[in-house]
């Protein structure tokens, strides 16, 4: 999502304090939903091929880790988009009001994951997975095109379970060979893979502005970013 030369990542020393702090966020919030969203997809991939060849996966914990990474942090990019400096100048696609339509059901979501002792009362009558269930749709095969639909519905189960495959409203856009990925916790429901793409479409548009309205600084005029230590441990001193 974005690059080493991104714009996001090369901000000029003399930009406002205040909201080189908002845009840094931002970057390393698409760093971190860009990442998650690649490799669970990549996961679900695999647990897809996995169980046509007759293998069982009975944990999932690594997908989920994933999946709710991704939701804390496009929640986390939100609340940093819509209060930025100057949100008020942003054209109307790319608004306050309209980001957080377009991103409330991700929010409802989360505060489900959030908020788990306080919404068990809710869990407990609509028999719901304390994680959330999970579908998706994985490419099985390219020639001849064969696409196969899944969901994982984690953790205990009492009664009468009712889960639904995924299905499609639409294009489907595949990343590491799955797509369409869809979340339900509590009452609520949530597309990951349409909020990844309104999050991908966001950061576009935020780098062209930047570009435009930025001229692009030399290193020496770069907020210096990135910073990793190491040191040696003297044995004897401990």
Not at 15 to 37: L, T
Not at 49 to 78: M, N, P, Q, Y
Request: contains cysteine; aromatic residues 8%; charged residues 20%.
């Amino acid at each position: 999502m974005l690059k080493e030369n991104s714009s996001l990542l090369n901000l000029p020393l003399n930009m406002n304090p205040k909201q080189a702090v908002f845009i840094d966020g931002i970057s390393h919030a698409a760093q971190i939903i860009e990442m998650a969203y690649n490799r669970m997809c990549d996961s679900l991939t695999r647990l897809s091929f996995e169980s046509s060849s007759g293998k069982r996966e009975v944990i999932f914990t690594h997908v989920f880790l994933d999946v709710w990474a991704f939701i804390d942090t496009i929640d986390r990019f939100r609340s940093l988009w819509v209060l930025q400096p100057n949100a008020h100048t942003l054209p109307k696609e790319f608004s306050k009001k309209e980001i957080n339509s377009k991103l409330q059901h991700i929010r409802d979501v989360r505060n489900v994951s959030a908020h788990i002792a306080q919404k068990a009362d809710q869990i407990v009558a609509l028999n719901s997975s304390v994680l959330g269930s999970i579908s998706w749709f994985t490419v099985a095969s390219e020639s001849p095109l064969t696409v196969k639909t899944h969901f994982i519905r984690p953790g205990i189960m009492r009664g009468t379970i009712t889960e639904n495959l995924a299905q499609s409203r639409g294009i489907v856009t595949f990343t590491n060979g799955s797509g369409g990925v869809s979340i339900n916790a509590g009452k609520h429901s949530a597309s990951l893979s349409d909020a990844y793409h309104l999050v991908y479409s966001i950061v576009q548009f935020a780098e062209e502005v930047l570009t435009k309205e930025i001229p692009k600084p030399s290193i020496e005029n770069t907020i210096p970013r990135d910073m990793f230590g190491s040191a040696d441990i003297e044995m004897d001193n401990i």
